[in-house]
């Protein structure tokens, strides 16, 4: 899967959150300082070029949708980063959170009960 740039990114999150949108909506919903109508219409092109996002036409106007799902970008982006960063352990990356007081200890009880329970 292509990696997205920061604000490409931004965009898909917002046509998750959102929902099917025109372009207007989008920069409604992007932070400060908002982009220029025409950086996000060409980010938004270039996203359907990936083949991450769709659109339904009316008149000529675009409604774009995402089409790859948050869930599957979400698991490509975290298998990403331990591989790169974790030796590919979910261990050593909590034990980095861990270290780093990011995480605390009811916390990891609350996931290594959602472990037990998946196992069941």
Same mark, same amino acid.
């Given at each position: 899967?292509?990696?997205?740039?920061?604000?490409?990114?931004?965009?898909?999150?917002?046509?998750?959150?959102?929902?099917?949108?025109?372009?207007?909506?989008?920069?409604?919903? +992007? =932070?400060?300082?908002?982009?220029?109508? @025409?950086? %996000?219409?060409? /980010?938004?092109?270039?996203?359907?070029?990936?083949? $991450?996002?769709?659109?339904?036409?009316?008149?000529?106007?675009?409604?774009?949708?995402?089409? +790859? =799902?948050?869930?599957?970008?979400?698991? @490509?982006? %975290?298998?990403? /980063?331990?591989?790169?960063?974790?030796?590919?352990? $979910?261990?050593?990356?909590?034990?980095?959170?861990?270290?780093?007081?990011?995480?605390?200890?009811?916390?990891?009880?609350?996931?290594?009960?959602?472990?037990?329970?998946?196992?069941?």
């Amino acid at each position: 899967m292509k990696k997205l740039a920061p604000r490409e990114e931004q965009i898909m999150h917002v046509l998750w959150e959102i929902g099917p949108s025109f372009i207007k909506d989008i920069i409604e919903k +992007l =932070p400060e300082p908002k982009p220029h109508y @025409n950086s %996000v219409s060409t /980010m938004v092109r270039i996203l359907e070029t990936k083949g $991450f996002i769709g659109h339904t036409e009316f008149g000529k106007s675009h409604q774009y949708h995402a089409i +790859l =799902p948050k869930e599957e970008y979400q698991s @490509n982006a %975290v298998n990403d /980063m331990l591989g790169k960063y974790f030796n590919n352990s $979910f261990s050593e990356m909590i034990a980095y959170f861990a270290k780093k007081e990011k995480i605390d200890e009811a916390e990891l009880n609350n996931i290594v009960e959602m472990i037990k329970n998946k196992k069941s």
